[in-house]
């Protein structure tokens, strides 16, 4: 099959192929966020340890880093309509075992088990589905469509928090991670459902005589030879070292520090969810008015100072108000960041750059989530947020001094 060649112009709102993409990616992430609430409380309700909802984040995390290095070949070498599917499957057996194993015990071994494989596949498809937007909506309409995909997923995200705090508190989180497996399936129709030309890539032929593993490394080579996407690879990777975990030490002060029940957990993501949804139909508007560096760098020093609130706010309303704040500012931040990569990337590596990134941006994260839930453990949620917060202005900071600071790298 040929690729689509045409240019993606006109509005984003007729293109039915973005459509049907669109909102089979909302129903996704709804159940996503059914699982962000319930696998916690499941390891919080079994074991009454901040520190293994710590590990399990970090164990997770490091299946995702590891499937990365591969995940970026894997995207510009095969269909990406059919990896789409395939890790939708994949994932739908996957959260589908816990509920069913979970009927004849408590097997906490499971988790360790079903989420990092869980986690690995879900890289791919996250690499994937980067590579696949850009052909989707077009370069030119690449940060409207992000937009309008995270928006919409942050809206189902604050329904599904709150469902699925309602649903773990009466028929436990299991009946949560359920309705999730389901969710993937939606997911997969959805991608079927569009064209398969829209997806495909013109292959570029490889160097004669390049080994295997200069492959593996194309993308990395890509990243660090641009210097705004070099320099934003390494301060994200030191921002999602102190923010992994970050739900995490969320939760446990709502149910440890403030004694709320599993539904109040729900609804307070859920509100934060609002964040998000806020922060993604405003970026392209944002982005077109101050540019990329002054937008980047301004939500990252709002997200340091919204951190800080969090150990200082001593409410559910006022934990719920900064996190939708928290939230909004990163929705800007990654979309900016997201958005400029599938923009300078020839879309024959637009997988091997996004998989790099992503490897190198989580490394650290997983170290950082247990790291957080043991301090958490030990020194209480409060010293947490507050050394979080700091290291997040500092890093803001560090990229006022660096080529981040321009406002419209994308032309250089």
């Known amino acids: 099959m040929k690729a689509d060649t045409r240019p993606a112009t006109g509005s ?41 909802m710590g590990l399990l984040t970090g164990v997770s995390g490091a299946a995702s880093v590891a499937a990365g290095v591969f995940a970026g070949v894997l995207a510009d ?52 589905y980067v590579a696949a937007v850009r052909g989707l909506a077009g370069e030119t309409r690449v940060t409207e469509a992000n937009g309008m995909l995270y928006a919409t997923a942050a809206a189902a995200g604050i329904l599904g928090p709150s469902l699925a705090g309602v649903v773990s508190g009466h028929l436990g989180p299991t ?16 991608v079927l459902l569009t064209r398969a030309s829209r997806y495909v890539v013109e292959p570029v032929e490889p160097t004669p005589g390049r080994r295997p593993w200069r492959e593996l490394l194309a993308g ?57 949804m806020v922060g993604s139909m405003l970026v392209a508007r944002m982005r077109r008015m101050l540019g990329f560096g002054p937008l980047w760098i301004g939500a990252q020093v709002v997200s340091g100072l919204a951190i800080l609130g969090l150990g200082l706010a001593g409410s559910v309303w006022g934990v719920a108000a900064i ?16 958005s400029l990569r599938q923009q300078v990337t ?18 650290l994260g997983p170290v950082g989530a247990a790291a957080l839930g043991w301090a958490a453990a030990r020194h209480g949620a409060t010293a947490v947020f507050i050394f979080a917060g700091a290291s997040c202005l500092l890093l803001a900071l560090v990229a006022l001094a660096t080529p981040v600071r321009q406002r419209h790298p994308e032309r250089a």
């Not at 269909?79 to 739908?92: G, M, N, S």
């Not at 988790?111 to 690995?120: D, I, R, S």
């Not at 020839?346 to 490897?359: E, K, M, Y």
């Open 12 to 52: 984003l709102w007729r293109d039915r192929d973005f459509l049907v993409f669109w909102c089979a990616q909302t129903l996704s992430v709804a159940g996503d966020s059914f699982a962000l609430i319930a696998v916690p409380l499941l390891v919080l309700n079994v074991t009454g340890s901040v520190a293994q």
């Open 77 to 128: 070498r095969f269909d990406r309509r059919r990896l789409l599917v395939a890790c939708d499957v994949i994932r739908l057996v996957l959260y589908a075992t816990i509920p069913v194993v979970w009927v004849f015990g408590q097997h906490v071994w499971l988790l360790y088990a079903v989420l990092p494989m869980a986690a690995a596949v879900g890289m791919l498809f996250q690499v994937t």
């Open 175 to 190: 009946a949560a991670i359920a309705l999730n497996a389901a969710s993937f399936g939606l997911s997969a129709v959805g």
């Open 220 to 276: 990395a080579e890509f990243l660090f030879r641009h210097p705004v996407l070099r320099t934003l690879t390494i301060l994200l990777s030191f921002f999602i070292f102190m923010t992994l975990g970050l739900t995490d030490i969320v939760i446990y002060r709502l149910k440890h520090d403030l004694g709320q029940p599993d539904s109040v957990v729900g609804v307070v993501l859920g509100v934060g969810a609002a964040g998000t």
């Open 323 to 338: 996190m939708a704040l928290y939230l909004a500012c990163v929705s800007l931040a990654g979309i900016c960041s997201m």
């Open 346 to 363: 020839p879309a024959h590596l637009l997988g091997r750059v996004t998989s790099a990134f992503w490897t190198i941006h989580f490394s």
